[in-house]
Nanobody, 124 residues
């Protein structure tokens, strides 16, 4: 089992920034990949970004390239999502998820473990 706890969400004005954290515990391994997803009211959960634990390869949705950055701190078993230049359309509940195989990183149903989510609200 892997436990994931997100933090760092909140209310911010358009153009502002937030940094989300995803702390992982339990049976993690270097083969894992961590993904960030978001879900706005009435919409499907969508891929935001992902990072492979061992090599640190990163992947982004086109909609966030250039203003979101995913990173990790191996010593703290934590993955971060730095979100800059936030827009009202970035408003959603943000979830981190873990999977044991670094393939299909953009597919929510392929992930094995999920955090509880953290709300991000961007006001105009």
């Amino acid at each position: 089992q892997v436990q994931l706890v997100e933090s760092g969400g909140g209310l911010v004005q358009a153009g502002g920034f937030l940094r989300l954290s995803c702390a992982a515990s339990g049976r993690t391994s270097n083969n894992y990949a961590i993904g960030w997803f978001r879900q706005a009211p009435g919409k499907e959960r969508e891929f935001v970004a992902a990072i492979t634990w061992s090599g640190g390869s990163t992947f982004y949705a086109d909609s966030v390239k250039g203003h979101f950055t995913i990173s990790k701190d191996n010593a703290k078993n934590t993955v971060y999502l730095q979100m800059n230049s936030l827009k009202p359309e970035d408003t959603a509940v943000y979830y981190c998820a873990a999977k044991a195989v670094s393939r299909r990183l953009g597919v929510p149903s392929s992930y094995d473990y999920w955090g509880q989510g953290t709300q991000v609200t961007v006001s105009s």
